[in-house]
């Protein structure tokens, strides 16, 4: 799998990957972008990237002004599925206590008429999605009991390790190109593979083989050493499409559709 690789990823992965090749298994990659609202010089060059690794990419987008034209261009692509990216991406937690759109006062009812009128404007765009990504990952409990109420299927946070069952089909994930604090810069190639690694670990102690590892990416954050480092990444693992892993409650394990 590594054998064209740069050294450094057979040199932190391939003791691992040896492991799972001995085991007659292969991981599970998917990949999630964050944070689109238009097209834009950015997006043109994740979606290059997408064609040329032919590499299926789901794009959290933000129902703003440009929706419509966001939508039409991810779909003259093959292979880009739209995602929910919260209602207006505006953060209204109480200072110091962190980001999330939703906050602990919120009702059910109030969470389910956001939740309907931003898959309206969706629908009104052009895209059907399936799938709601909460921005800064901020799963609340109101969100999860609304959604059962809605034409998404699917939760996407970011996820530590293995995801926990929470009662609803649950993608996550796991993989920030990124480090954050201090202003995003590409977290680097030594600390993603070591992450990677131990994440393989855990699938592969724990006998889940098939959960997916969520690949993340913010490509209107990227410095040049991030889109250099996705490039050589997504030349050596092959990513599947979000909407052929079969969604199930984490209580099961997660297997691949046909
Ligand atoms: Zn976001």
Redesign the pocket.
Known sequence: MLARSPLVFRLALGPELHLWAKAGRTPVLWWRD??AREPTPALERLLDLSRRHDAPLTVAAVAGPNLASLVRRCQDQPDIEIAV??FQ?VNRQPEGQGFGEIIDSDSVDWVLAQLRATVTRFHDAGATPTLFVP??NNLKPQLITALSDTPIRAVSGFAQGVSEADGVSRLDAHLDVLRWKGGARFRGTWRFLARMRKLLAQRRVTGQWGQPIGLLTHHLDHDEDAWRFLDSFLGAFRVEARRCLQLQTLAEPTALCA
Request: proline content about 14%; charged content about 30%; cysteine-free.
């Open positions: 964050d944070d990216h919260g991406h921005p800064w």
